[in-house]
C-alpha cells in the first residue's frame, strides 16, 4: 500500500514537472544559442525577446531567382500567426500547426536535434538562409513570453 502511495505521488510528481519541461528546454536550447552568439560576436549583449518578435513578423519577399517573378512576401507569422501561442495553419498546404510556444504547446522545442533542424529548414525557406544563433535564440525567448491564446 505504501509503496502504491509513493508510487503514484511520484507519477504525480514527474507528470508535473512534464508541464513545464518544455519551457525549461526551451529556456536551456536559448541559453545554447546565446553561448554560441557570444563566443562569435564580440558585441554580443544578450537575447532580445522584442528582436525576437520583429524577426517572427518581419515579411521577406521569396526570391525565386527570376526577377520577373519576385514571389510573395512571408514571415514566420504567416504560417505561425502573429501569435505563437495560438494554433497556426501552413500557408501551402492549409493544414493546421499546432501552436509554437512552448509555454501553451509542452511538445516544442523538446528536442535540440529537432529545433536545429526546423530552424534550418524554415530559415531557408523564409529568410533564404540559415538564421543565426543569436535570432535563434531571440526567437525563443520571444516565444517563451507568449502565454496567452487569442480569444476567439
Ligand atoms: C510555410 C509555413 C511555415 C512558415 C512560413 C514557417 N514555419 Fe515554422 N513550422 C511550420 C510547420 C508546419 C511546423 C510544425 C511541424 C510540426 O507540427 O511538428 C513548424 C514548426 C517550427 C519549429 C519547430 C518547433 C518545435 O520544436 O517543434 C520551429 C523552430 C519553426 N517552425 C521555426 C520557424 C521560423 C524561425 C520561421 C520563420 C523564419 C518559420 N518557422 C516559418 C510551418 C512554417
Not at 28 to 38: C, L, P, V
Not at 73 to 84: D, F, R, V, W
Not at 104 to 122: A, G, L, Q
Amino acid at each position: 500500500m505504501k509503496v502504491t502511495k509513493y508510487m503514484l505521488f511520484a507519477l504525480l510528481s514527474v507528470s508535473s514537472v512534464s508541464a513545464y519541461a518544455d519551457a525549461i528546454t526551451a529556456q536551456k536550447i536559448a541559453d545554447k544559442y546565446a553561448a554560441t552568439a557570444k563566443a562569435v560576436d564580440p558585441s554580443y549583449v544578450g537575447l532580445s525577446a522584442e528582436e525576437g518578435k520583429t524577426f517572427f513578423n518581419r515579411e521577406v519577399i521569396q526570391f525565386k531567382g527570376d526577377v520577373n517573378n519576385p514571389g510573395k512576401a512571408i514571415a514566420c507569422a504567416s504560417c505561425h500567426t502573429s501569435n505563437p501561442a495560438d494554433p497556426g495553419k501552413h500557408i501551402v498546404t492549409g493544414k493546421a500547426i499546432k501552436p509554437l510556444s512552448p509555454v501553451v504547446n509542452s511538445k516544442r522545442f523538446s528536442s535540440v536535434k529537432d529545433v536545429e533542424k526546423k530552424f534550418t529548414k524554415h530559415c531557408n525557406e523564409v529568410v533564404g538562409s540559415d538564421c543565426t544563433p543569436q535570432e535563434k535564440g531571440n526567437y525563443i525567448a520571444y516565444l517563451l513570453t507568449e502565454k496567452t491564446p487569442s480569444k476567439k
